[in-house]
C-alpha cells in the first residue's frame, strides 16, 4: 500500500534565527498549514532536531494539490527540506526571522569638543524605555569613532543586549536587531547632544529582516535541502538528481506542489503551460533540443579557437536546452537565479578585433564576458581610443581602486598588498571625457578539464601569454609538462572582483613528468583570462504576497515588467539573451559586411531590430518562458479579462479571440500578433502612423476611455492580465 505525504508548513519556530519548514506524511487538521508552535515530528515519529526535518515518500494524489487545484502526479517523490534564514552579521549572528532592525548614521565633521552624548532607545518591553546610555567622546572623534563608542556602550548595557543584538554593518552605522521576532512600532533611537558637538545624526530607518528560501543556495551548516533535488546513491539521472533530468527535477516543485512559483500559470515571465488553442509557444526546456537551435544563435557545431577563443564553454552549444540553461540552481548574482554563465558564454574572450581593444559590451561573434589581455603596472590615459577594460597590478593602497578602509579590514588587504582588478573605461555622456574605475562585476569560479583529464582550464587565470595555445580545452597536454597557469601565491575574491597576490608566484608546469615549476616575480606581462559573471538585476513588483506568516514565511514575489527598462540594467536583459541569441543582440542600423551596406550578424545576415539599448530589451516584447492567449496582451496592455469587460460585455470567449495570436508562431510574444509594434511606434519613430485622417478621429476599439497610446509605457504591475493577487497566490497545500 502507498505511503500518502502531503507538504506541509509544520513549524517556523524560531531557534537562535533558524527556522525550517518540516514536512509530515499526512495532513488532516487545516491548522497544519500554518506555522505552528512547538516541535514537529518526522515520518518516524522522532522529533525534528531544531526544529527541522525532512517527509519522505510517496504520494497518491489524494491530498497533495497544485496552485490550481489540480492533484499532484502519483508518481512524484516528495523530498523537501528548505533552510529558512535570513541574513547574518559580520560575525555570523544570525538575524532572526521577523525581527526588526533599527539603525542610525553618523555623519558629519569630527566632534568639536570632548564631551557626552545622550543616545535614547525606545522599545517596547524594554526595561526603563525610553531608556537613555550616556556616551562620552573626545574632541576630534570621527563619525566612525563616534558609531564604535556608542555600539559597545549599547553591549555593555544589560537590557539592550538582552532584547537586541548590537551591530554596526558600517564604519559609522548603529544597529539593533531583535533577537526575537516582533513588529514595534515605537522602536526608536535618538542621539541627543548635551555638549555643543556639531556631527549630524541622520533620520532612523526601521526595516523588518525577511525569510529567505535557502532552497537554492546560501545553505546553513546543517542543510538538510541537498535532499530537495538530489539522491546520493539512488539518483534518477546525472548530477544524483532524484528526477530523470533538469527539466523533470525543477517541474516536481515548480509545477505548483510548493503553492507558489508555478510555472504553468500565468506570471511576468509568461507561462509553460499554454495550450494549442491559444497559439501557444514556449521556451522548450525539456532537454529534448540543443542550445544551437536557437533563432540568431550558432546553428553549426562551434569550433573550437572561433573568434580567438580557447575553447571554454563553446561546446555548450551543443548542449541540452534545460532549465539550467537560463538559471543556476545553486544561486548566482542575478533576479530569479539567472545563470551567471549562461551558454558558457561568460568565460569566452570578448575581444573584438584583431587589435585586441574593447567596445566593452560582448563580442557579437561570441556573446562572450572575458576580458583577456596583458597585465598592466599603469593605467593608460583614458580617451576616446583608449581600451574599455584594462587587468590592472598595483597596491590596495591605490586611490584609483576606491577601496575603502572598512573594505580592506573586511577582506584582509593591507595597504601594501599587491592586487589585481579590472578596470573599465566611463564616460561623462558627452564622449568628450573618459576615466577608468575598478570594474565590480563578480568573477567566475571554476573551469573544464581538458579532454585528457591532465588538469583543470579556469575561467579566471594568469598564464604566460605564449602558453595560451596549451590552454585550449581539446588539446592534449604535450607528454611530461605539466600546467601553465599561476596558481601558487595568488588568491582570487571571485565576489569582490580582485586577486591578492601573497607569495612566491608559481606555475605547475613539469620536465618529463617532475615538477619544474617556474617563478614569476609579478604578475605584469602575463596574460590574464578575466571571467565576469552576467549580473541581471530586475526590481520587483511592490505588491508582494507572504507563504506563511508576514516576516517569518517566504516571501512571494514578482518581476515587474515597469523596470525592464530601467537605467543599466535594461541592457543587461538582452546581453543575457545574446547568450544564445548572439545575432539578435544589435542596434538597428545597417552594418558594413561582405564590403557593403548589409544586415548584422555573425550566425546569420539580416536587418535588425534594436535590442542593445535599456529602453529596448527583449523582455519588452517577449515572455521568457512562453506565451499563448491566457497571458497575451493588447496594445493597451489589456488581456482577456479586462478586455471581456472593457471591449465586449462581459464576453469571455470574444475576448480571448480578440487577443488570439494570429500568426504560425506566437514567438514568446507579450503582446498579441504585432500590437506590440502599434504600442511603441505610437511616438518612437511615428511619423508615417501619425500623418492621416484616423489616428485623430477614430477610436481605437469600443473602449470610449482609451485613445492613442503615447509611446511606450511600462505596464503597471499589479493590474497586468497575469498578476496573482494574494488571495489567488497563496495556494496552501490542502
Same mark, same amino acid.
Not at 215 to 232: D, F, I, L, P, V
Not at 493 to 498: G, K
Given at each position: 500500500?502507498?505511503?500518502?505525504?502531503?507538504?506541509?508548513?509544520?513549524?517556523?519556530?524560531?531557534?537562535?534565527?533558524?527556522?525550517?519548514?518540516?514536512?509530515?506524511?499526512?495532513?488532516?487538521?487545516?491548522?497544519?498549514?500554518?506555522?505552528?508552535?512547538?516541535?514537529?515530528?518526522?515520518?518516524?515519529?522522532?522529533?525534528?532536531?531544531?526544529?527541522?526535518?525532512?517527509?519522505?515518500?510517496?504520494?497518491?494524489?489524494?491530498?497533495?494539490?497544485?496552485?490550481?487545484?489540480?492533484?499532484?502526479?502519483?508518481?512524484?517523490?516528495?523530498?523537501?527540506?528548505?533552510?529558512?534564514?535570513?541574513?547574518?552579521?559580520?560575525?555570523?549572528?544570525?538575524?532572526?526571522?521577523?525581527?526588526?532592525?533599527?539603525?542610525?548614521?553618523?555623519?558629519?565633521?569630527?566632534?568639536?569638543?570632548?564631551?557626552?552624548?545622550?543616545?535614547?532607545?525606545?522599545?517596547?518591553?524594554?526595561?526603563?524605555?525610553?531608556?537613555?546610555?550616556?556616551?562620552?567622546?573626545?574632541?576630534?572623534?570621527?563619525?566612525?569613532?563616534?558609531?564604535?563608542?556608542?555600539?559597545?556602550?549599547?553591549?555593555?548595557?544589560?537590557?539592550?543586549?538582552?532584547?537586541?543584538?548590537?551591530?554596526?554593518?558600517?564604519?559609522?552605522?548603529?544597529?539593533?536587531?531583535?533577537?526575537?521576532?516582533?513588529?514595534?512600532?515605537?522602536?526608536?533611537?535618538?542621539?541627543?547632544?548635551?555638549?555643543?558637538?556639531?556631527?549630524?545624526?541622520?533620520?532612523?530607518?526601521?526595516?523588518?529582516?525577511?525569510?529567505?528560501?535557502?532552497?537554492?543556495?546560501?545553505?546553513?551548516?546543517?542543510?538538510?535541502?541537498?535532499?530537495?533535488?538530489?539522491?546520493?546513491?539512488?539518483?534518477?539521472?546525472?548530477?544524483?538528481?532524484?528526477?530523470?533530468?533538469?527539466?523533470?527535477?525543477?517541474?516536481?516543485?515548480?509545477?505548483?506542489?510548493?503553492?507558489?512559483?508555478?510555472?504553468?500559470?500565468?506570471?511576468?515571465?509568461?507561462?509553460?503551460?499554454?495550450?494549442?488553442?491559444?497559439?501557444?509557444?514556449?521556451?522548450?526546456?525539456?532537454?529534448?533540443?540543443?542550445?544551437?537551435?536557437?533563432?540568431?544563435?550558432?546553428?553549426?557545431?562551434?569550433?573550437?579557437?572561433?573568434?580567438?577563443?580557447?575553447?571554454?564553454?563553446?561546446?555548450?552549444? +551543443?548542449?541540452?536546452?534545460?532549465?539550467?540553461?537560463?538559471?543556476?540552481?545553486?544561486?548566482?548574482?542575478?533576479?530569479?537565479?539567472?545563470?551567471?554563465?549562461?551558454?558558457?558564454?561568460?568565460?569566452?574572450?570578448?575581444?573584438?578585433?584583431?587589435?585586441?581593444?574593447?567596445?566593452?559590451?560582448?563580442?557579437?561573434?561570441?556573446?562572450?564576458?572575458?576580458?583577456?589581455?596583458?597585465?598592466?603596472?599603469?593605467?593608460? !590615459?583614458?580617451?576616446?581610443?583608449?581600451?574599455?577594460?584594462?587587468?590592472?597590478?598595483?597596491?590596495?593602497?591605490?586611490?584609483?581602486?576606491?577601496?575603502?578602509?572598512?573594505?580592506? +579590514?573586511?577582506?584582509?588587504?593591507?595597504?601594501?598588498?599587491?592586487?589585481?582588478?579590472?578596470?573599465?573605461?566611463?564616460?561623462?555622456?558627452?564622449?568628450?571625457?573618459?576615466?577608468?574605475?575598478?570594474?565590480?562585476?563578480?568573477?567566475?569560479?571554476?573551469?573544464?578539464?581538458?579532454?585528457?583529464?591532465?588538469?583543470?582550464?579556469?575561467?579566471?587565470?594568469?598564464?604566460?601569454?605564449?602558453?595560451?595555445?596549451?590552454?585550449?580545452?581539446?588539446?592534449?597536454?604535450?607528454?611530461?609538462?605539466?600546467?601553465?597557469?599561476?596558481?601558487?601565491?595568488?588568491?582570487?575574491?571571485?565576489?569582490?572582483?580582485?586577486?591578492?597576490?601573497?607569495?612566491?608566484?608559481?606555475?605547475?608546469?613539469?620536465?618529463?613528468?617532475?615538477?619544474?615549476?617556474?617563478?614569476?616575480?609579478?604578475?605584469?606581462?602575463?596574460?590574464?583570462?578575466?571571467?565576469?559573471?552576467?549580473? !541581471?538585476?530586475?526590481?520587483?513588483?511592490?505588491?508582494?504576497?507572504?507563504?506563511?506568516?508576514?516576516?517569518?514565511?517566504?516571501?512571494?514575489?514578482?518581476?515587474?515588467?515597469?523596470?525592464?527598462?530601467?537605467?543599466?540594467?535594461?541592457?543587461? !536583459?538582452?546581453?543575457?539573451?545574446?547568450?544564445?541569441?548572439?545575432?539578435?543582440?544589435?542596434?538597428?542600423?545597417?552594418?558594413?559586411?561582405?564590403?557593403? +551596406?548589409?544586415?548584422?550578424?555573425?550566425?546569420?545576415?539580416?536587418?535588425?531590430?534594436?535590442?542593445?539599448?535599456?529602453?529596448?530589451?527583449?523582455?519588452?516584447?517577449?515572455?521568457?518562458?512562453?506565451?499563448?492567449?491566457?497571458?497575451?496582451?493588447?496594445?493597451?496592455?489589456?488581456?482577456?479579462?479586462?478586455?471581456?469587460?472593457?471591449?465586449?460585455?462581459?464576453?469571455?470567449?470574444?475576448?480571448?479571440?480578440?487577443?488570439?495570436?494570429?500568426?504560425?508562431?506566437?514567438?514568446?510574444?507579450?503582446?498579441?500578433?504585432?500590437?506590440?509594434?502599434?504600442?511603441?511606434?505610437?511616438?518612437?519613430?511615428?511619423?508615417?502612423?501619425?500623418?492621416?485622417?484616423?489616428?485623430?478621429?477614430?477610436?481605437?476599439?469600443?473602449?470610449?476611455?482609451?485613445?492613442?497610446?503615447?509611446?511606450?509605457?511600462?505596464?503597471?504591475?499589479?493590474?497586468?492580465?497575469?498578476?496573482?493577487?494574494?488571495?489567488?497566490?497563496?495556494?496552501?497545500?490542502?
Amino acid at each position: 500500500m502507498k505511503k500518502t505525504l502531503s507538504i506541509a508548513i509544520l513549524s517556523l519556530t524560531m531557534l537562535f534565527g533558524t527556522a525550517s519548514f518540516a514536512l509530515a506524511t499526512s495532513v488532516t487538521d487545516p491548522s497544519q498549514v500554518l506555522p505552528a508552535v512547538g516541535d514537529v515530528v518526522n515520518d518516524n515519529g522522532l522529533i525534528n532536531a531544531n526544529k527541522s526535518g525532512v517527509g519522505v515518500g510517496t504520494n497518491d494524489g489524494s491530498k497533495v494539490v497544485n496552485g490550481d487545484d489540480s492533484p499532484v502526479a502519483t508518481d512524484i517523490n516528495v523530498i523537501k527540506s528548505t533552510d529558512m534564514n535570513s541574513k547574518f552579521l559580520a560575525d555570523g549572528t544570525p538575524i532572526v526571522e521577523g525581527a526588526q532592525v533599527i539603525s542610525v548614521k553618523i555623519n558629519g565633521a569630527k566632534a568639536t569638543a570632548d564631551g557626552n552624548i545622550n543616545v535614547i532607545i525606545t522599545a517596547t518591553g524594554l526595561t526603563g524605555s525610553p531608556k537613555t546610555i550616556v556616551v562620552a567622546v573626545k574632541k576630534d572623534d570621527t563619525p566612525n569613532a563616534i558609531a564604535t563608542k556608542i555600539i559597545a556602550a549599547l553591549k555593555l548595557d544589560a537590557d539592550v543586549s538582552a532584547q537586541f543584538v548590537v551591530d554596526g554593518a558600517n564604519p559609522d552605522d548603529v544597529k539593533l536587531i531583535q533577537k526575537a521576532p516582533a513588529i514595534d512600532a515605537t522602536m526608536n533611537i535618538a542621539i541627543a547632544d548635551g555638549n555643543g558637538l556639531t556631527y549630524v545624526v541622520s533620520a532612523v530607518s526601521t526595516v523588518a529582516s525577511e525569510g529567505v528560501q535557502r532552497t537554492h543556495g546560501e545553505y546553513q551548516n546543517n542543510t538538510n535541502s541537498c535532499a530537495s533535488c538530489h539522491q546520493t546513491h539512488t539518483g534518477a539521472s546525472d548530477n544524483l538528481l532524484f528526477k530523470s533530468g533538469v527539466y523533470e527535477t525543477c517541474t516536481a516543485c515548480h509545477d505548483g506542489t510548493l503553492g507558489f512559483y508555478n510555472v504553468f500559470t500565468g506570471s511576468t515571465a509568461g507561462t509553460f503551460g499554454g495550450s494549442h488553442d491559444g497559439n501557444a509557444s514556449i521556451h522548450l526546456a525539456t532537454g529534448l533540443m540543443e542550445v544551437k537551435a536557437a533563432p540568431g544563435g550558432n546553428m553549426q557545431v562551434a569550433t573550437n579557437g572561433t573568434s580567438g577563443t580557447d575553447g571554454l564553454g563553446e561546446h555548450t552549444w +551543443t548542449g541540452e536546452f534545460t532549465c539550467s540553461s537560463c538559471h543556476a540552481p545553486h544561486g548566482s548574482y542575478s533576479s530569479r537565479l539567472l545563470h551567471y554563465n549562461p551558454n558558457g558564454i561568460a568565460s569566452v574572450p570578448m575581444k573584438d578585433d584583431a587589435t585586441g581593444s574593447y567596445t566593452g559590451t560582448p563580442d557579437a561573434a561570441t556573446g562572450g564576458n572575458m576580458v583577456r589581455d596583458i597585465v598592466v603596472a599603469a593605467i593608460p !590615459v583614458a580617451d576616446e581610443t583608449s581600451p574599455a577594460y584594462v587587468v590592472y597590478q598595483t597596491t590596495a593602497a591605490d586611490a584609483a581602486l576606491g577601496f575603502s578602509a572598512a573594505f580592506k +579590514t573586511q577582506y584582509g588587504l593591507l595597504d601594501a598588498d599587491k592586487v589585481v582588478v579590472v578596470m573599465k573605461k566611463i564616460g561623462d555622456g558627452h564622449a568628450t571625457a573618459y576615466s577608468y574605475v575598478r570594474d565590480t562585476n563578480p568573477w567566475i569560479f571554476g573551469g573544464e578539464y581538458k579532454e585528457d583529464h591532465s588538469y583543470k582550464v579556469n575561467f579566471t587565470k594568469f598564464y604566460p601569454a605564449a602558453a595560451v595555445a596549451d590552454l585550449m580545452v581539446d588539446v592534449d597536454t604535450a607528454v611530461g609538462t605539466g600546467d601553465p597557469q599561476i596558481t601558487v601565491g595568488l588568491t582570487f575574491n571571485y565576489q569582490q572582483a580582485f586577486a591578492k597576490i601573497t607569495g612566491a608566484l608559481k606555475d605547475k608546469q613539469k620536465v618529463a613528468n617532475v615538477s619544474a615549476p617556474n617563478t614569476y616575480a609579478t604578475l605584469v606581462g602575463t596574460q590574464a583570462d578575466i571571467s565576469r559573471a552576467f549580473v !541581471v538585476n530586475l526590481a520587483m513588483d511592490p505588491n508582494i504576497a507572504w507563504f506563511g506568516a508576514v516576516n517569518s514565511g517566504v516571501k512571494i514575489t514578482q518581476v515587474s515588467p515597469a523596470a525592464y527598462s530601467t537605467a543599466g540594467n535594461g541592457i543587461a !536583459v538582452s546581453q543575457f539573451c545574446a547568450a544564445c541569441h548572439t545575432d539578435y543582440f544589435t542596434g538597428s542600423d545597417n552594418a558594413i559586411a561582405d564590403g557593403g +551596406t548589409g544586415g548584422t550578424g555573425v550566425w546569420s545576415k539580416a536587418f535588425r531590430h534594436s535590442t542593445n539599448s535599456d529602453n529596448y530589451t527583449c523582455l519588452k516584447c517577449h515572455f521568457a518562458h512562453g506565451t499563448d492567449v491566457t497571458v497575451m496582451m493588447d496594445a493597451q496592455d489589456r488581456g482577456v479579462a479586462t478586455a471581456a469587460t472593457v471591449l465586449f460585455g462581459g464576453d469571455t470567449a470574444k475576448a480571448t479571440a480578440y487577443l488570439l495570436d494570429k500568426n504560425p508562431s506566437s514567438a514568446l510574444k507579450r503582446y498579441t500578433n504585432m500590437s506590440v509594434c502599434w504600442k511603441c511606434h505610437t511616438s518612437s519613430h511615428s511619423v508615417g502612423l501619425m500623418n492621416n485622417n484616423y489616428v485623430n478621429n477614430v477610436k481605437y476599439d469600443a473602449d470610449t476611455t482609451n485613445d492613442l497610446t503615447n509611446g511606450f509605457t511600462a505596464p503597471a504591475n499589479s493590474v497586468l492580465p497575469y498578476f496573482k493577487a494574494q488571495t489567488d497566490i497563496i495556494k496552501q497545500p490542502q
